[in-house]
Structure formats: structure tokens, C-alpha cells
């Protein structure tokens, strides 16, 4: 189940985030927001994996530290961590 309400103010759980509008949420590690969630996309990627632990250490990395591109299997392994808010 979502919690909140998806077009209310859902502030990013990324450490240095400050975007308040996200729509994307993970029971475990809170909301997201797509800037923060393209980055995490990649980030999976290149670490070959998408273990809590592994997400734990995207979401405590600093806002503007990484750059990625786009890469598919991460965006689907990103999007089942973290679904959009229906």
C-alpha cells in the first residue's frame, strides 16, 4: 500500500534533496523524486544489483554528487523499489 496522498507535498528521503513534490514511494526508504530516481536507475546499474543495503547507500549520498546516464534494466529494477503513486 502507498502511503500519502500522491498530489500532496511528499518531500525526497535522499540525504540533500530538497524537492517536496515526489511521486514515488518505497515503505522502507521513503519518497523519491524523479531527479533522485534517475540517478538511483543508474546507480543500480552499475553495481549490478538492487539490495537494501545497496539502495540505503544511494539515498545517504549527497543530492549532485553523481552523474548517470540512462539505462534500461535499472529503470525497470528502480521502478519495482520504487512505484509511482497511484
Do not use: T
Given at each position: 500500500?502507498?502511503?500519502?496522498?500522491?498530489?500532496?507535498?511528499?518531500?525526497?528521503?535522499?540525504?540533500?534533496?530538497?524537492?517536496?513534490?515526489?511521486?514515488?514511494?518505497?515503505?522502507?526508504?521513503?519518497?523519491?523524486?524523479?531527479?533522485?530516481?534517475?540517478?538511483?536507475?543508474?546507480?543500480?546499474?552499475?553495481?549490478?544489483?538492487?539490495?537494501?543495503?545497496?539502495?540505503e547507500?544511494?539515498?545517504?549520498?549527497?543530492?549532485?554528487?553523481?552523474?548517470?546516464a540512462?539505462?534500461?534494466?535499472?529503470?525497470?529494477?528502480?521502478?519495482?523499489?520504487?512505484?509511482?503513486?497511484?
Amino acid at each position: 500500500m502507498i502511503v500519502g496522498d500522491p498530489m500532496g507535498v511528499m518531500p525526497c528521503a535522499r540525504e540533500g534533496c530538497e524537492h517536496i513534490m515526489c511521486r514515488r514511494y518505497n515503505s522502507h526508504h521513503g519518497y523519491i523524486c524523479e531527479e533522485c530516481f534517475a540517478d538511483l536507475v543508474v546507480f543500480l546499474a552499475e553495481r549490478d544489483g538492487s539490495s537494501v543495503k545497496i539502495v540505503e547507500a544511494f539515498m545517504n549520498i549527497p543530492v549532485g554528487s553523481n552523474q548517470y546516464a540512462f539505462r534500461e534494466q535499472a529503470k525497470k529494477d528502480a521502478d519495482e523499489l520504487f512505484p509511482e503513486c497511484k
